[in-house]
């Protein structure tokens, strides 16, 4: 019913492309990150369905109704600002009714919603006051009741969580969670945090130049990146190229990788990415079993975070690589040591745009 | 350093006040002819309520001060939310066609003015003085509101369109008032610009038809008397005063957000 | 389907129905409309207007049939005493911007670095009134300070009471006095905005670098001021170069300038072609002032004014 279906969505500012057909689909009561750098067209697409821009081409659906030719007034949305755009003249109860006042609903109805409201972004009895008065936090949490109130059909929300510090930002991500949970908003969120992304969708969509180019649930799209910018985009990853031999990549040093999905034929170049964490260092250097990968590498640094470790090591086809250990035994492998890594070959991962 | 530099202020501000101080009291010294020693009196006063010329003029200064307010705050400021939140092709050039009216100086304006106005019929007199006086005023009003407008996030209509309100709705329930100190800056600016303004009127008034200003210059070519000085210390403190209340209303933040 | 934790209101904002949208340009063009039709009719049309007049041979007045002819700009040729004129004007121009100038920048810089808070604040308006206040006044109130006997006399006689006479009206200087008093402000306000910017660390990194207040004057100061120097400036040569009633009230006979000979064309000779055409030359000077000037600006700061 209030599902939104995006269909070969394309905008151009100018010579400039920043969306190129775009088609996706946002499904009912689900909570959609729309994560990539600046330019990528983020914050393009949300306005577009938001409908302060009009695509060059393309349909926008909300719930099943073509909206593409309807103004933003119209369309029955939610949004919540970067900047929460609190109106400075009014009370934050004034504030969150005004929504319902354009719908008609004033006086003790308008009254009983607003103060609902507030209860639920935990901000009950503070209505008569001016947002001037409220911290950033709470700021955000006005915003967000005054988003809500109306019962959009769809909730977008514009890096709402950006302007705040780390703590808070943590816990907004919670409660914002458990808002979108409590009344089964679709939501859409813009985010250039992937840590967020990560914590708080269902769904992820990686945006590069004005494309998707990989949508699915966080831990799909964290442990299968299909290309190499969603690989780097989302965390940290090492990149491992060489040629196909028989089904696994041999480096220039001649090691063999084994990969879960299949490589290209043989003979075709070909890079996999590798998280530093599926990493593992065998320093007894003690025979392997064969099902797993192994590449002897040289330590060049250790940074030391307390409970977590960072090695970045040299491997012997002289690839930079990056390793995060846990500090579960308080041993640290000595910076200038050589020493062999291994992982499983299902956390070594082809990568479709390799070259 | 600090002390000189007070001192140097000072100095400045007597420049500055001196001459008009000097005007000010002579409008209440007794003698005709500015003699001394100063004699207090109030007849200039008393001789100036039955100077129906010179009142007439100051009833038709504020009068066309008074529409010109209105008329250019209110076109200045439909210019300068076109300027500032519509994708207007030509921008730059419809913000450089404002500077002349300020730039180029007032006789060449003025005498342009009369040549054209007596050229199409428009003729002088107040009609004429008040499109003169508009014109000249535009400029600043659209100036001081689209200044205000930058200081209003355009991010506060969209909130409101995204809340059910058509762009006319978001405009009058968030944007206008925000934006109200800054109309009001520029309505005072608007009246002390046409308050102030001799060289255009002095161009487009008639015999029957005059401004104050344009009233004391003739006074004070055929020889003047105490009487412009009593007027012309109405007249000044009367703008001061409107633009006390100006700096009072258009400082940043207002008083409004005090509480 | 998650349990709706609010009532749900009713479904759609009332702008749904309300189908006909005008185009974007038809809303843009009507809000436009008033100011531009406005500065249209009263100022582009205008000077437009007495360009044609400027080439005509005669006010077209009566019968006498209109010819085209460039005799109006050849005036300074065939009239040479306007040549005097002319000089005249610039040079009062001149002074009067130059003694702004430097008058403007040191009240300026004293404003924001010896002052702070309220006393500031209260400063900038006293310093700002005068300027809002009717200039006719202005002008009219130094007459009483210059005169013979005015205030001038009267304070010299009160320290020494045999002394003559030092009242300067009717002079020159005393024209360039009252027009420096009407466009002080203007250079206060231009250079005090320039100046209010500066970071105290700046100075103070200039002083940790050595330098001598001499040099954070002219290297550093003065350099950043430019910008207000030159709106400042701008401000008020324009004017001063157009202005007709500060010389004939402060200079009597002494102030003919350019701004006197072309009110004359209008409301004594009645020669407005020659009106016209003094005043477009008098536009070009300006322009072709300016543009030298801020070429040679340009030159000096490396493209930064």
Redesign the interface.
């Known amino acids: 019913m209030t599902n939104v279906d995006i269909t070969s969505v394309a905008k151009t500012y100018g010579q400039t492309p920043v969306l190129a057909d775009i088609t996706t689909h946002f499904a009912?009561?689900s909570f959609t990150s729309l994560l990539g750098p600046s330019g990528s067209g983020k914050t393009t697409l949300l306005r577009i369905v938001?409908g302060?821009i009009t695509p060059d081409s393309g349909k926008v659906a909300i719930g099943g109704a073509d909206v593409t030719d309807?103004?933003?007034?119209?369309r029955?949305?939610?949004?919540v600002?970067?900047?929460y755009?609190?109106?400075?003249?009014m009370t934050v109860a004034q504030n969150v009714a005004?929504?319902?006042a354009?719908?008609?609903?004033r006086g003790a109805e308008a009254r009983k919603?607003v103060d609902?409201?507030l209860e639920?972004v935990r901000l009950p009895g503070f209505g008569e006051r001016?947002p001037?008065q409220l911290s950033g936090g709470q700021q955000q949490r006005v915003a967000l009741a005054?988003?809500?109130?109306?019962?959009p059909s769809v909730l977008?929300l514009d890096e709402p969580l950006s302007a705040l510090d780390r703590r808070l930002r943590q816990e907004m991500q919670v409660e914002l969670k458990r808002i979108q949970?409590?009344?089964?908003l679709t939501t859409i969120f813009v985010t250039h945090d992937q840590e967020e992304a990560l914590a708080l969708s269902d769904k992820v969509a990686i945006l590069d130049r004005g494309r998707i180019v990989q949508m699915g649930p966080p831990a799909e799209v964290y442990e299968q990146p299909k290309t190499r910018f969603a690989a780097e985009f989302l965390g940290d990853t090492n990149f491992l190229k060489g040629t196909v031999v028989d089904g696994a990549l041999r480096l220039s040093d001649g090691t063999l990788i084994r990969t879960g999905a299949p490589l290209p034929a043989t003979g075709a170049a070909a890079m996999v990415a590798v998280r530093p964490e599926k990493m593992r260092i065998d320093a007894a250097g003690k025979a392997g079993d064969g099902a797993e990968n192994r590449l002897s590498a040289r330590i060049d640094h250790v940074i030391y975070a307390g409970p977590a470790l960072t090695y970045a090591l040299t491997a012997s086809d002289s690839t930079a690589l990056k390793i995060f250990a846990q500090n579960s035994t308080g041993a640290i492998h000595a910076e200038g040591s050589d020493v062999s890594l291994v992982w499983q070959p299902a956390h070594t991962i082809p990568m479709e745009d390799a070259a | 350093m600090t002390a000189l530099a007070r001192f140097y202020l000072l100095a400045i501000l007597v420049f500055l006040y001196l001459p008009i101080v000097v005007m000010m009291a002579m409008g209440f010294n007794e003698s005709a002819l500015y003699e001394l020693p100063f004699r207090f009196s109030t007849r200039w006063y008393e001789a100036l309520s039955g100077n129906g010329q010179l009142i007439s003029a100051g009833v038709n200064s504020v009068v066309i001060a008074l529409i010109t307010a209105v008329i250019a705050t209110l076109a200045g400021t439909m210019a300068a939310v076109a300027l500032d939140r519509h994708a207007v092709r030509g921008r730059t050039l419809l913000q450089l066609l404002l500077l002349p009216p300020i730039a180029i100086p007032w006789l060449i304006t003025g005498t342009a003015m009369l040549v054209f106005f007596f050229w199409t019929g428009i003729g002088r007199g107040m009609h004429a003085l008040l499109i003169g006086h508009v014109a000249l005023a535009i400029p600043y009003v659209v100036l001081v509101v689209g200044t205000g407008l930058k200081t209003i996030r355009s991010d506060l209509e969209e909130a409101a369109v995204s809340l059910g309100s058509t762009p006319l709705h978001a405009f009058f329930a968030v944007t206008l008032p925000l934006l109200a100190p800054s109309i009001l800056g520029a309505a005072l600016f608007a009246f002390a610009v046409s308050l102030d303004q001799f060289v255009i009127s002095y161009f487009l008034s008639t015999p029957g038809f005059a401004t104050l200003p344009v009233q004391i210059y003739s006074a004070i070519r055929k020889g003047f008397t105490p009487e412009i000085n009593a007027i012309s210390t109405i007249l000044l403190l009367g703008s001061m005063s409107v633009i006390v209340v100006f700096a009072i209303f258009a400082r940043p933040g207002g008083s409004r957000d005090k509480r | 389907m998650p349990a709706d934790t609010l009532a749900r209101p009713a479904a759609s904002p009332p702008g749904a129905a309300a189908g006909h949208r005008l185009p974007s340009w038809f809303s843009t063009a009507a809000l436009l409309l008033p100011t531009y039709g406005w500065l249209l009719i009263a100022i582009f049309l205008p000077l437009c207007t007495m360009l044609a007049f400027s080439f005509m041979n005669a006010t077209p007045m009566g019968r006498a049939p209109v010819v085209f002819t460039l005799k109006h700009y050849k005036a300074f040729v065939t009239q040479p005493y306007l040549v005097g004129i002319a000089w005249d004007s610039l040079v009062i121009g001149f002074w009067t911007t130059f003694l702004c100038a430097v008058l403007g920048f040191f009240a300026a810089l004293a404003l924001a670095r010896a002052t702070a808070g309220r006393a500031r604040e209260t400063l900038l308006i006293l310093i700002l009134l005068p300027f809002w206040t009717n200039g006719l006044v202005r002008v009219f109130s130094w007459t009483m300070v210059l005169r013979e006997g005015g205030f001038l006399d009267v304070l010299l006689h009160s320290v020494w009471p045999g002394a003559g006479s030092i009242g300067f009206l009717y002079t020159r200087p005393a024209i360039v006095l009252g027009l420096v008093h009407g466009y002080l402000p203007y250079m206060i306000l231009t250079c005090y905005i320039a100046l209010v910017t500066i970071d105290d660390a700046i100075i103070e990194a200039a002083q940790s670098l050595g330098a001598r207040w001499w040099t954070i004057l002219t290297r550093v100061l003065l350099p950043m001021a430019l910008p207000g120097l030159t709106t400042g400036a701008i401000l008020t040569f324009v004017p001063v170069i157009g202005s007709f009633m500060e010389p004939r009230i402060l200079g009597g006979r002494v102030g003919v300038t350019m701004g006197t000979v072309i009110e004359d064309q209008f409301t004594q000779a009645f020669n407005w072609p020659l009106g016209a055409a003094l005043s477009f030359t008098m536009l070009a000077v300006i322009l072709a002032i300016f543009a030298t000037f801020s070429g040679v600006l340009r030159r000096s700061t490396g493209g930064m004014a």
């Open positions: 009912e009561g938001a302060f309807t103004p933003v007034y119209a029955n949305i939610g949004m600002f970067q900047s755009a609190l109106f400075p003249h005004f929504g319902l354009r719908r008609g609903i919603l609902r409201a639920m001016r001037k005054r988003a809500v109130v109306i019962q977008l949970r409590e009344t089964g």
